[in-house]
């Protein structure tokens, strides 16, 4: 059976993973995209703090996915630089570096470690005395034990970067459809379009994926292509550092607080973001007393000033995580449809890359190298028994 098509692409999901993936395409290849979202850029996308830092949040065992973001942060200055201009706003992207703190001998003990698996995979960053890091950042408690310096590390403004790939999109040409997708359609083991919950349809030659932890919920695929994620929620905090206090830090402060991990990331404009706590709570988005404390008691511990500032905000959000913390990339068993979800905490880090690589799929190319690792297939019943 043969469809005319309403549009050549169908994005499902308007986070920065669908934006950037649709400017992307429709820039660099020419199809016609249309991306269908009621709340464009207010899931994950709002609530991150647009962290840029793969060597500093290095995990064992996530080689793979290390390469993939130091690959994508190497992308991020031509690319912001490329959107600030198509969009004609800031992209909000800052190269400030970061530096890790411990509190305690133990918390010192950890990033020790960490410092030591960075220099076996050749990565570079800098171990600092407490002292040497009250020298970058004067606002650190005397209390921290020593720290690790990551000159590459750098930061995004999430909600720059949202409103300024919304109107790159918007002046690309690229359709945006605020209403939820119903349904994913599927005839003839095609996917070729969606199904809005105003009962409308619309029919595209590639439909993609890209709707974060509800990925899985939209009905219509079969059971062996539905992707892996589930939603990790994650309280995040707004501070406001007056004036007179600026900079109360310079660059991304990483903390390892008696075992615990947090971050605080400091604005040009004053604002500081502070999180993030994690929680498997389905999708529940309700800020706790119990999360804000956590994360203002942590916070105070490393920067003892953050006291006197103003909270402009308390919010949560739902990462979508994957079964192994990677993002699931590429074409599905199912002609007709891409998936680009399950990018857990570093979906702002993988926008360049994931926008490039799954624009190039799209434009019918073979699948590029940095991201067959992380193709939906590994997640295939399958694949799930045998790591389960």
């Known amino acids: 059976m043969s469809y005319a098509p309403n549009t050549d692409i169908v994005i499902v999901g308007a986070g920065v993973i669908g ?81 890790a703190v411990a509190l305690d001998a133990d918390d010192r003990a950890v990033l020790k470690d960490l410092h030591t698996h960075q220099t076996r995979l050749g990565l570079h960053s800098t171990w600092l005395t407490s002292r040497e890091c009250r020298r970058l950042e004067p606002m650190l408690s005397p209390a921290i034990t020593g720290g690790l310096h990551v000159e590459d590390d750098h930061q995004i403004d999430n909600r720059r970067l949202v409103a300024a790939l919304l109107a790159a999109c918007d002046r690309a040409g690229v359709r945006l459809v605020r209403e939820r997708v119903e349904r994913i359609l599927v005839t003839d083991e095609r996917a070729h379009g969606v199904r809005l919950a105003n009962g409308r349809e619309l029919s595209a030659d590639q439909v993609v994926l890209a709707a974060g932890c509800r990925s899985a919920l939209i009905p219509g695929l079969p059971p062996e292509v539905v992707p892996a994620v589930r939603p990790i929620k994650g309280e995040i905090l ?79 959000g739902l990462r ?69």
């Open 19 to 99: 934006l950037s993936i649709a400017w992307r395409a429709r820039t660099r290849y020419g199809p016609t995209v249309t991306v269908v979202d009621p709340s464009p850029g207010r899931g994950a996308s709002h609530a991150a703090a647009g962290m840029l830092t793969p060597v500093s949040e290095l995990q064992y065992g996530e080689e793979s996915l290390l390469r993939l973001g130091i690959e994508s942060a190497r992308r991020y200055p031509e690319f912001a630089a490329e959107l600030a201009d198509a969009a004609g706003l800031p992209s909000g992207y800052r190269a400030c570096g970061t530096i």
């Open 238 to 316: 707004r501070l406001k550092v007056p004036p007179a206090m600026l900079p109360l830090l310079s660059r991304n402060v990483r903390g390892v607080v008696k075992g615990g991990s947090m971050y605080l990331v400091p604005r040009a404009d004053g604002e500081l973001v502070i999180g993030a706590t994690e929680y498997e709570l389905g999708h529940d988005t309700r800020v706790t007393a119990g999360g804000v404390y956590e994360l203002l008691r942590d916070a105070h511990e490393l920067v003892p000033g953050i006291t006197e500032l103003p909270l402009l905000e308390t919010l949560a």
């Open 320 to 388: 979508p995580g994957s079964p192994d913390n990677a993002p699931i990339l590429g074409r599905s068993a199912l002609a007709g449809l891409v998936v680009a979800t399950g990018h857990y905490r570093h979906g702002i880090l993988l926008t360049p890359i994931t926008a490039d690589t799954v624009a190039e799929v799209l434009a019918g190319g073979t699948t590029p190298d940095l991201i067959v690792p992380f193709g939906p297939d590994r997640f295939a019943p399958a694949a799930r028994k045998v790591m389960a």
